[in-house]
């Protein structure tokens, strides 16, 4: 049973992700960035993939540049506490398409 998808593109990666055969899993970790003084979370990010087999984490984006600046300081703390993910930003997942031959889809 596929997960249900938080957007159309982290679908459609999941697709690329078992046409080329690497496994995956989606949203399977949270991460706490920050806490309140009492211990409650103040601040978390959940990377969309996880690839077992490459232990890697995979954020999918298609926000415009501009607007990826809340989630890349999400990122930074991540960094900060030894957890990278890779990030595919529109360019990338376009070119990624490209090269596994999904079609282009402006709406995603």
Excluded: C, S
Excluded at 44 to 61: C, H, R, S
């Amino acid at each position: 049973m596929k997960p249900d998808f938080a957007h159309p593109v982290e679908r459609e990666l999941a697709l690329i992700f078992d046409e080329i055969g690497i496994p995956w899993e989606y949203e399977p970790t949270t991460f706490v960035l920050e806490r309140h003084p009492d211990g409650r979370v103040a601040e978390a990010f959940t990377p969309d993939f996880y690839l077992p087999e490459q232990d890697m984490y995979v954020e999918v984006t298609t926000m415009r540049q501009k607007l990826t600046n809340r989630k890349n300081q999400k990122l930074r703390k991540l960094r900060e506490q030894g957890v990278f993910v890779t990030v595919l930003y529109r360019r990338d997942f376009e070119r990624l398409r490209e090269r596994h031959g999904f079609p282009f889809d402006a709406a995603a």
